[in-house]
């Protein structure tokens, strides 16, 4: 049985053929209607969301399936203490695949550790985010036609923007891709993701405070929302969060087939001028979201017998995870595992004690 949990458990051939199934779905939407009828999707979301849990519920009625599930952990017996795996091993029993999303770090490894359907990782905390990533690729696919040799400016809440390190994971592995990252200083990629995916692939990329600078060389243009939720302070809020806002004077410099995209929800990041520009591709990008989300669900629970590929990691004595948001530091009964000096749940470096 195979999970996404990072948009790296899919090779780029997976991919291409997720691809190829939502292009088809788009097409031809009357050939799926039937093809999930019986089965059930949970969703269970302990941190709110619009699209991603609209889209997978759209996504499954639209195959024929149906869906069960919460919207808030206030209303799920998480509010009376049960740990993120006694609900998920229930959960398992009810439903035929799982879509989560939970604000701690690592929670969808801890949840598919016991599941007995397949996981969906629909965010967790400010880690990834791979099926955002999956509608990210659809878009390029279509908007652009090709993954290689694109120039791709991520503009915004690099630091907490689980999206953006899902979108740079999936990206550098395609050849000739270069990252331009704007950001404010403190809100930069943080190292995990920067040695993780770019140091260690070879993918090129330039760090910059200036966005209109930067606009005339970009394929792609990637604003993000500064993550209100993931500050510790709201001042600190308050400094950063129109430290970029996109509008049609800013695009006079930029190519006239630069892709305009946006995981949304928008805050200020782009003016509301930008929308009518036919650069502009975040909200077919919010479309896109159902089709793929069909695919990946067909995908998945298509892969019953086939073993995931996930390196589990080990217990260590000597180390434990540095990152305050991981859930492996706050769930009960939780296996603290490590690979490479990291924590598995999180991907951050671990410390020794
Ligand atoms: C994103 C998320 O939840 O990380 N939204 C989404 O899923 N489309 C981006 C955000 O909240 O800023």
Redesign the pocket.
């Known amino acids: 049985m195979r999970n996404l949990i990072d948009i790296l458990d899919f090779s780029t051939e997976e991919l291409d053929a997720l691809i190829s199934v939502a292009d088809d779905i788009i097409e031809n939407p009357d050939k799926y209607r039937e093809v999930c009828r019986g089965k059930i999707l949970g969703t269970l979301f302990f941190e709110p969301?619009t699209?991603?849990r609209l889209s997978f519920t759209s996504a499954m009625m639209s195959l024929g399936g149906q869906v069960l599930g919460f919207d808030n952990a206030g209303s799920s017996s998480v509010a009376k203490g049960e740990t993120v795996a006694d609900t998920v091993r229930m959960v398992s029993a009810y439903s035929d695949i799982i879509a989560m999303?939970h604000p701690k770090e690592g929670a969808p490894i801890a949840a598919s550790a016991v599941a007995t359907v397949p996981v969906i990782n629909a965010?967790d905390g400010g880690h990834f985010?791979p099926t955002?990533t999956l509608t990210d690729l659809l878009t390029i696919h279509r908007k652009c036609g090709r993954f290689e040799g694109l120039t791709v400016g991520v503009c915004g809440d690099l630091k907490y923007?689980?999206?953006v390190h899902s979108l740079i994971a999936a990206m550098s592995r395609y050849e000739g891709v270069r990252f331009v990252l704007i950001s404010p200083d403190e809100l930069k990629l943080p190292d995990y993701v920067k040695e993780q995916f770019l140091d260690s692939t070879g993918c090129e990329y330039t760090e910059s405070r200036d966005l209109e600078g930067a606009i005339p060389e970009l394929d792609i243009l990637y604003m993000?929302?500064i993550?209100r939720e993931r500050f510790s302070s709201e001042a600190e809020y308050e400094k950063l969060k129109d430290s970029y806002i996109l509008n049609r004077g800013k695009l006079s410099g930029a190519k006239p087939t630069l892709s305009v995209m946006h995981?949304?929800?928008r805050v200020n990041e782009i003016d509301v001028d930008v929308d009518d520009d036919p650069r502009a591709h975040y909200f077919d990008q919010?479309a896109y979201?159902r089709y793929i989300r069909m695919a990946l669900i067909l995908f998945l629970l298509d892969t019953k017998g086939i073993d995931d590929k996930r390196q589990i990691g080990e217990e260590s004595d000597s180390l434990v995870c540095d990152n305050p948001h991981c859930l492996s530091l706050s769930e009960r009964g939780i296996k603290k595992l490590f690979s490479g000096g990291r924590c598995i749940y999180c991907d951050q470096r671990a410390r020794r004690i």
């Open positions: 969301s699209r991603t999303r965010g985010h955002q923007g689980r999206t993000t929302r993550q995981p949304l929800p919010a979201g």
